[in-house]
């Protein structure tokens, strides 16, 4: 479970990176189609995983509940 977290922490670092470059206006035109489409493509990822740990909560806490 670890390495789900571990690439996590790194989508959402290399997000805030992008946002940051966007904010700061640092990023030419030409560059911010493809930063957007990453950005639009580390979201999606970052969802899923949210989603997949969501349900293995769930998953654990049911099972707790059953004792």
Same mark, same amino acid.
């Given at each position: 479970?670890? @390495?789900?977290?571990? @690439?996590?922490?790194? $989508?959402?670092?290399? =997000?805030? $990176?992008?946002?940051?470059?966007? +904010?700061?206006?640092?990023?030419?035109?030409?560059? =911010?189609?493809?930063? #957007?489409? $990453?950005?639009? +493509?580390?979201?999606?990822?970052?969802?899923? /995983? =949210?989603?997949?740990?969501? #349900?293995? /909560?769930? @998953?654990? =806490?049911?099972?707790?509940?059953?004792?």
């Amino acid at each position: 479970m670890a @390495k789900k977290e571990d @690439k996590y922490e790194e $989508r959402i670092e290399e =997000l805030e $990176r992008i946002i940051a470059e966007i +904010e700061d206006e640092s990023i030419s035109v030409d560059e =911010l189609s493809e930063k #957007v489409k $990453r950005a639009s +493509e580390l979201i999606r990822k970052c969802r899923a /995983v =949210l989603k997949s740990t969501e #349900v293995e /909560v769930d @998953k654990v =806490l049911k099972e707790l509940g059953e004792d």
